[in-house]
């Protein structure tokens, strides 16, 4: 972005400054940003849904420091991520297998003789 500073206070202090004096300046800027993060997400580098990160912070630094800037023309152009995983609830076979499975390792793991297990039944708890 081609502030000057060593530090990232510095850094920030010295955006602020300059946006203060071009918000134009800035809006460009913070647009440039995003946009290589874009290409990161078109690229499979980072996720698209993570996009919202990189414009957060900038957006909150901007605010606090009384920089006017178009918010809403910048995260326009951003696409949007899921909000949701692509998981699914288990079907009944899935739960029934599943539940076997973990009671197996149950009694397995707590030593429990063959004797003792035949008065257990689990297949009521399965519907």
Known sequence: MGIEGETVEEKAKN???????????????????????KERAERGEISYSTLPNY???????????????????????????????LDRAPTKDERKTLFLRISHLLLYDS??????????????LIK
């Open 15 to 37: 955006f602020v400054v300059r946006a203060k004096e071009d918000p134009q300046w800035a809006a460009a800027t913070i647009w440039s940003y995003l946009q290589r993060q």
């Open 55 to 85: 414009w957060k912070p900038p957006k909150l630094l901007c605010e606090m420091n009384d920089v006017a800037i178009n918010w809403k023309r910048i995260t326009r152009g951003l696409p949007r991520g899921r909000k949701y995983g």
């Open 111 to 124: 030593s429990v003789s063959d004797r003792n297990t035949a008065s257990l039944s689990c297949f009521p």
